[in-house]
């Protein structure tokens, strides 16, 4: 069964810092661009980061200086490093990924999204 798993969410107080990990398991051909989003309470799902496989990244203005988004191509594994939390930041966060699957003899691409984590930050 292929699937996204995060992990890392927590409480955490402002000006702290986490990590999240998503990992794509099952059997995958390839992975292209990964990245997170995030939902507030009360609020429309909004991007965060992205990154390609080649690496090529892009940030939401709002975290763009706090936030680092890599990935791991060998252990089909994006991350989010999260620094200077503010409350604002508060929200789950989702993993999203295109996976290159094997599909009736040939390959195709599927975007999937991880089941999110949470994070909540303290002022």
């Known amino acids: 069964q292929v699937q996204l798993v995060e992990s890392g969410g927590g409480l955490v107080q402002a000006g702290g810092s986490l990590r999240l990990s998503c990992a794509a398991s099952?059997?995958?051909?390839?992975?292209?661009?990964m990245g997170w989003y995030r939902q507030a309470p009360g609020k429309q799902r909004e991007l965060v980061a992205t990154?390609?496989?080649?690496?090529?990244?892009n940030y939401a203005d709002s975290v763009k200086g706090r936030f680092t988004i890599s990935r791991d191509n060998t252990k089909n594994t994006v991350y989010l490093e999260m620094n200077i939390l503010r409350p604002e930041d508060t929200a789950v966060y989702y993993c999203n990924a295109d996976l290159r699957l094997r599909a009736a003899g040939r390959i195709r691409t599927y975007n999937y999204w991880g089941q999110g984590t949470q994070v909540t930050v303290s002022s």
């Open positions: 099952g059997s995958i051909e390839g992975i292209n661009d």
């Open positions: 990154i390609t496989r080649g690496g090529s990244t």
